[in-house]
C-alpha cells in the first residue's frame, strides 16, 4: 500500500429538490457577488438557471450571469468570464451544469485569484496557481466528476489543445446533486457519462503500484453498481434510483475515494482521449469508451493480476479451466459488449471519427507534450510510438 492524501472538501447536498439551497449555501461560504455559469441550453430550458436566480435574490446575493459554455469548454469563454466577473466585482463562481460548466467556472476562478497573470501559463504547466476563487455548483449531469475533483480541463479552441491543471485549492465549497435534475439528459450523455465514472474509477485500478484491498473493494463494487444502473436508466431514463445511484457515483470516482493507496493511477486512456477531444471534438466519455479496448489489448500483458481480478469480480468471468490470458482477453471483451449495450462505441470509427496516419502521429506528438516528462500510463509506460500504436488499433 503506497502513502497517499485524501482531501474532499466539497459539502455535498443530495436529494429532491436541493437546488432551492444554493443561495443559503453560497452565504454559508462567504459568497457576496456571484457570477452564475452556465451552458448551451439545458439548463435554462429547464428553468433551473431561473429558480437559482431566484434562490439567490431570496438572499439578497447580487449576480451576473454567463452562459454559453460549450462541451470541451474553450479557452475564450473562460477570458469572457474572466472580463466579466472582474468588471462585476465577483467574489463566488457558481456553475449550473456538468463538468464543462465546473470546468469553465474552475479556471475563472483561478485567473481571478491572480488577475494579472494569463490563466492558460497553468494548462502549458509552466507555473502553479497562486489561488483560486471559491467555486460551486448544481450538478445536472452525472459524468465528470468535476464537482469534488481538483481537476479542470480547458480547450484552446484557437491551437486544438486540450490541457487540464489539477490543483486542491479549486475543489468546489458545495455540490448540490438532485438526481432529477439529469433526468432531462438525452441516453447518449448518460451512458457518455457513466462511460466518464467508470473510466475515473478503472485509471486508478488499473496501475502497477501497491494495492489496497479496501481501495480495490471499493473500486469494484462502484463499477458493478455504475454497470448495473447504466443499463436500467437505457431503457428507464426517469427511473430516480438509478439516477441517485449513478449521481452519487460520479464524484466518488472521482474524488480520489477509489485510489487511495493505489498509487496515483494510470490515466493513459484519459490522456489519449482529451487529443481526440481537442482535435475532433468529441464527447468525452464516448471517446473514452472508443479507446480503452484497444489501450487494455495493449497493456494487458504487463499488467496480468489486475487484468484477471477485473475479468472475475467485475466482469463476471468464470476463470475455471482458463489461462489468465484468456480471462484478461475475455474481460475486455464483456466490456465491450457492455459499451455496446448502452450504445457507446469500441473503436473510433463507431465513434465516428476517422483520423488519417498524420492526424494520429500528430495527437499522439501532442499527447507526449501535454505529459510530464514525455510518457504516460502506469500500468505499462507508454511512449510516443505506442501512443501511436493504440490509436492505430482503435481507428
Ligand atoms: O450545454 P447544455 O445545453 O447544458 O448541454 C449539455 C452538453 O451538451 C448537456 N446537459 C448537461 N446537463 C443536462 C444536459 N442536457 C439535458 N439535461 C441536462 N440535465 O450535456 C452535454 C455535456 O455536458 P458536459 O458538461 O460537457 O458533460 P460532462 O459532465 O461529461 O463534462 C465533460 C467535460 O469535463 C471534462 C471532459 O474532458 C469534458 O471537457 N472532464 C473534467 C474532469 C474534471 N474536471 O475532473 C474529469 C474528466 O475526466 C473530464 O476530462
Ligand atoms: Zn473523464
Not at 211 to 222: F, I, S, V
Not at 230 to 243: G, K, M, Q, S
Not at 267 to 286: N, Y
Request: overall charge negative; charged content about 25%.
Amino acid at each position: 500500500m503506497f502513502n497517499f492524501n485524501y482531501y474532499t472538501p466539497t459539502k455535498v447536498v443530495f436529494g429532491k429538490e436541493t437546488e432551492k439551497q444554493v443561495g443559503r449555501l453560497i452565504k454559508e461560504f462567504g459568497g457576496s457577488r456571484v457570477l452564475i455559469h452556465y451552458g448551451g441550453k439545458s439548463a435554462v430550458r429547464s428553468g433551473l438557471i431561473n429558480q437559482v436566480k431566484e434562490a439567490l435574490d431570496n438572499e439578497q446575493i447580487p449576480h451576473v450571469e454567463l452562459g454559453g459554455v460549450v462541451p470541451n469548454p474553450h479557452l475564450g469563454k473562460v477570458r469572457e468570464g474572466i472580463a466579466l466577473a472582474k468588471a462585476a466585482g465577483v467574489d463566488f463562481i457558481l456553475a449550473v451544469g456538468g463538468g464543462s460548466v465546473i470546468d469553465s467556472a474552475k479556471a475563472i476562478a483561478y485567473a481571478l485569484a491572480d488577475p494579472e497573470r494569463d490563466v492558460w501559463e497553468l494548462f502549458q504547466h509552466t507555473r502553479k496557481a497562486k489561488g483560486c476563487l471559491p467555486v460551486a455548483s448544481v450538478l445536472t449531469i452525472a459524468a465528470a466528476g468535476s464537482e469534488m475533483s481538483n481537476s479542470c480541463v480547458i480547450t484552446n479552441e484557437e491551437t486544438g489543445e486540450k490541457r487540464s491543471y489539477n490543483d486542491d485549492i479549486a475543489r468546489p465549497k458545495f455540490a448540490i446533486m438532485n438526481p432529477e435534475l439529469t433526468m432531462t439528459l438525452p441516453d447518449y450523455q448518460t451512458q457518455a457519462g457513466a462511460t466518464d465514472i467508470m473510466m475515473h474509477t478503472m485509471e486508478r485500478y488499473f496501475t502497477q503500484g501497491g494495492n489496497m484491498e479496501l481501495t480495490d473493494e471499493l473500486a469494484e463494487g462502484l463499477l458493478r453498481t455504475v454497470m448495473k444502473y447504466a443499463e436500467i436508466l437505457h431503457a428507464d431514463p426517469a427511473n430516480y434510483e438509478a439516477r441517485a445511484e449513478v449521481m452519487w457515483a460520479s464524484s466518488l470516482a472521482h474524488n480520489g475515494l477509489t485510489g487511495c493507496g493505489n498509487n496515483g493511477g494510470d490515466f493513459a486512456s484519459h490522456m489519449l482521449e482529451h487529443e481526440m477531444g481537442g482535435m475532433f471534438d468529441v464527447t468525452h466519455g464516448a471517446g473514452l469508451a472508443a479507446v480503452w479496448p484497444s489501450w487494455a489489448r495493449y497493456v494487458y500483458r504487463e499488467d496480468l493480476p489486475r487484468f484477471v481480478r477485473y475479468a472475475v469480480k467485475v466482469m463476471g468471468v468464470n476463470p475455471a479451466g482458463k489461462t489468465e490470458e484468456d480471462v484478461a482477453l475475455e474481460g475486455i471483451h464483456k466490456m465491450e459488449e457492455f459499451y455496446h449495450r448502452i450504445g457507446m462505441p469500441v473503436n473510433m470509427r463507431e465513434l465516428g471519427i476517422a483520423p488519417t496516419d498524420e492526424q494520429i502521429r500528430e495527437m499522439a506528438e501532442s499527447c507526449v507534450r501535454a505529459s510530464a516528462d514525455g510518457h504516460i500510463g502506469s500500468a505499462k509506460v507508454l511512449y510516443l510510438e505506442d501512443m501511436i500504436a493504440i490509436y492505430k488499433m482503435a481507428r
